[in-house]
C-alpha cells in the first residue's frame, strides 16, 4: 500500500560532471543550519572510495557505494539502500543521492519509478546537476553524459563561474539553455546557493522527460561508458612530505592535466594531526584540512586518479616517492 503523496521521502538526486562541485554541494546542505535530516548515498568510479573522507563529519547516515557507475549494477545496490532507510524513515526527512561524476541519471531517476517497493515509499523531489562553467564546452564534446546531465537536471547550478569571463559565462548558459530550457539555472562559486533552491523543490517533471526520452519507464539500461576514461587509485601507508608531494603533483598535472579530469586524495603529512583533501580538475588544484585523524584510524594517504592514458606504474612511483624521509 502507498503511504499519502506528503508522507512519500523526498530524494534529491545530486549529479554533474567530474569535479564541477558536487561534494562541496552536498557538505554545504549537510552543514548549513536548516533543522533537517538527510541519509546521504554516494557512488564513486572506481576500486578506492575518498569521496566518503570529502563528505564532512555529520550526524547523518553515509552510505558509500564504490562498484562502479550507477547506472549498472548500482540499482540492485540502491534499491537495497532504499529499502533499508525506509525501515528507520522516522530519522531522516530525506535523502540525498550524488552519483559519480561519469554517471547518467536517467537510470537512477527510473529506481523510483520502475521498482514498486521504492516508488510506494519515497517520491523523487528534483535532479540537480551541477556544471563546471570553465570545463563544459570542453565535456560536452568529449563527454555525452555531461549532455545527459543538463538534460535530465531540474535544477542546474552553474559553478565556478569566477573561473570564466562574462562572455564566457554567457556562452555556457546558452549552451545549457539549448539542451534544457526547463530548468532553473543557479550561477554560483564554491556551490554557494541557498539550500531551499536545492532541496524540497517537488521539481521533477516525469511527462517533460517522457518528452524526449519516451523509454525512460521501459527500465533498460543501454548506458554506454566511455570507454577510454579509466580510474586507478593508490595508497601510502608512510607519511608524505608536503613540498615532495606539490612538486610531484604540479609537474603532474602540468604534464598531463588535459588527460586528468579529476584527482582526489586524502593526505596524511607528516607531524600533522589534520588529514589534508587535494583536489584537482585538469590543471586547476585546491587542498584544505578537513579535520583530525581519528585516534585509532590508521594514517593512510589514499589518492585517485580519474582520466585518459593513465600509467599505473608512473603513477604508484610518483606517489610513493611523496613518502617523507
Request: hydrophobic share 40%; glycine share 8%; charged share 30%.
Amino acid at each position: 500500500m502507498s503511504d499519502t503523496p506528503n508522507d512519500l521521502i523526498p530524494v534529491t538526486v545530486l549529479t554533474g560532471y567530474l569535479g564541477a562541485g558536487k561534494t562541496t554541494l552536498l557538505n554545504r546542505i549537510l552543514t548549513e543550519n536548516h533543522g533537517r535530516k538527510y541519509a546521504v548515498v554516494i557512488n564513486e568510479f572506481g576500486e578506492l572510495g575518498v569521496d566518503n573522507d570529502l563528505v564532512v563529519d555529520t550526524d547523518e547516515e553515509v552510505f558509500e557505494m564504490n562498484n562502479g557507475c550507477i547506472c549498472c549494477t548500482v540499482r540492485g545496490d540502491l534499491i537495497r539502500i532504499v529499502g533499508g532507510l525506509m525501515k528507520r524513515r522516522e530519522k531522516f526527512d530525506g535523502i540525498i543521492i550524488e552519483t559519480t561524476g561519469l554517471a547518467n541519471p536517467a537510470p537512477v531517476a527510473q529506481t523510483f519509478f520502475v521498482d514498486e517497493g521504492v516508488k510506494a515509499r519515497t517520491r523523487l523531489d528534483a535532479i540537480v546537476t551541477v556544471v563546471d562553467a570553465k570545463h563544459l564546452p570542453l565535456r560536452l564534446a568529449d563527454s555525452h553524459e555531461a549532455e545527459d546531465q543538463i538534460a535530465f537536471a531540474d535544477v542546474i547550478i552553474l559553478n565556478k563561474t569566477d573561473l570564466v569571463t562574462p562572455d564566457e559565462l554567457e556562452a555556457v548558459e546558452a549552451r545549457i539553455k539549448a539542451i534544457n530550457r526547463h530548468a532553473i539555472i543557479h550561477r554560483t562559486q564554491r556551490s554557494e546557493v541557498a539550500i531551499d533552491q536545492v532541496l524540497n523543490r517537488g521539481a521533477f517533471d516525469l511527462s517533460r522527460i517522457l518528452a524526449f526520452e519516451p523509454d525512460f519507464l521501459d527500465g533498460d539500461d543501454d548506458h554506454e561508458h566511455n570507454e577510454d576514461i579509466a580510474s586507478l587509485s593508490f595508497e601510502l601507508e608512510k607519511p608524505i612530505d608536503p613540498e615532495k608531494f606539490n612538486a610531484w603533483i604540479g609537474a603532474l598535472l602540468q604534464e598531463q592535466g588535459q588527460d586528468l579530469l579529476r584527482t582526489k586524495g586524502i593526505l596524511s603529512y607528516a607531524g600533522e594531526p589534520r588529514r589534508f583533501a587535494f583536489q584537482a580538475v585538469h590543471m586547476i588544484a585546491d587542498g584544505d584540512f578537513i579535520g583530525n585523524w581519528k585516534e585509532g584510524d590508521p594514517r593512510v594517504s589514499r589518492i585517485v586518479f580519474i582520466g585518459r592514458k593513465l600509467n599505473r606504474p608512473r603513477l604508484r612511483r610518483g606517489f610513493e616517492g611523496c613518502a617523507a624521509d
